[in-house]
T-cell receptor, first 114, second 113 residues
Framework: KAGVTQTPRYLIKTRGQQVTLSCSPISGHRSVSWYQQTPGQGLQFLFEYFSETQRNKGNFPGRFSGRQFSNSRSEMNVSTLELGDSALYLC?????????????FGPGTRLTVT | AQSVAQPEDQVNVAEGNPLTVKCTYSVSGNPYLFWYVQYPNRGLQFLLKYITGDNLVKGSYGFEAEFNKSQTSFHLKKPSALVSDSALYFCAVREGNFNKFYFGSGTKLNVKP
């Protein structure tokens, strides 16, 4: 099975712009979660989508949003970019049920805001 | 609230020696615990999990972890470290019935030849 894929892998944006990141989960996985990883804050949970609905949400401002499509692919959008949004954004998918629970991560999108 | 603590920013060990990476947790209800490893410029790779059952769980690449309920710990161990084990290790806890994970701050493992 193919793993979790994320596009693009690298992105450079300017303050004030917006950005959209994409994630394709492992086939059959309906849950997709997004995380922000920075050296100072570590891994922070952004939100989780399941069956096109946001099921869980972390403590991020409304500039961070996401959605999930019927094929479970997910996108994350950040509007009005700030320098502090520079980070590695990780997507993870998981299979609900059968006591699996673990999440499988993509390689991440490295976002640099200048 | 759920939380995970990894008290060591860095662990240094010689190749061939046993290694331990520490993790303590705080959860309400039964803990679902996980270990992940991250190599440079890569995403996180799942190593092992504790959901229920035996306190000693075995995972990928020869790693194992011991769940200790009384000490609220879930330490990662390996009997004989390899240089290739050098990476960043994260402990995580899943919040109850919600698919929401809390990660520790990470421990950098350095295995020297």
């Amino acid at each position: 099975k193919a793993g979790v894929t994320q596009t693009p892998r690298y992105l450079i944006k300017t303050r004030g712009q917006q950005v959209t990141l994409s994630c394709s989960p492992i086939s059959g996985h309906r849950s997709v979660s997004w995380y922000q990883q920075t050296p100072g804050q570590g891994l922070q949970f952004l939100f989780e989508y399941f069956s096109e609905t946001q099921r869980n949400k972390g403590n991020f401002p409304g500039r961070f949003s996401g959605r999930q499509f019927s094929n479970s692919r997910s996108e994350m959008n950040v509007s009005t970019l700030e320098l502090g949004d520079s980070a590695l954004y990780l997507c993870a998918s998981s299979h609900e049920g059968r006591s699996s629970y673990e999440q499988y991560f993509g390689p991440g999108t490295r976002l640099t805001v200048t | 609230a759920q939380s995970v603590a990894q008290p060591e920013d860095q662990v240094n060990v010689a190749e061939g020696n046993p290694l331990t990476v520490k993790c303590t947790y705080s959860v309400s209800g039964n803990p679902y615990l996980f270990w992940y490893v991250q190599y440079p410029n890569r995403g996180l790779q799942f190593l092992l999990k504790y959901i229920t059952g035996d306190n000693l769980v075995k995972g990928s690449y020869g790693f194992e972890a011991e769940f200790n309920k009384s000490q609220t710990s879930f330490h990662l161990k390996k009997p004989s470290a390899l240089v290739s084990d050098s990476a960043l290790y994260f402990c995580a806890v899943r919040e109850g019935n919600f698919n929401k994970f809390y990660f520790g701050s990470g421990t950098k493992l350095n295995v020297k030849p």
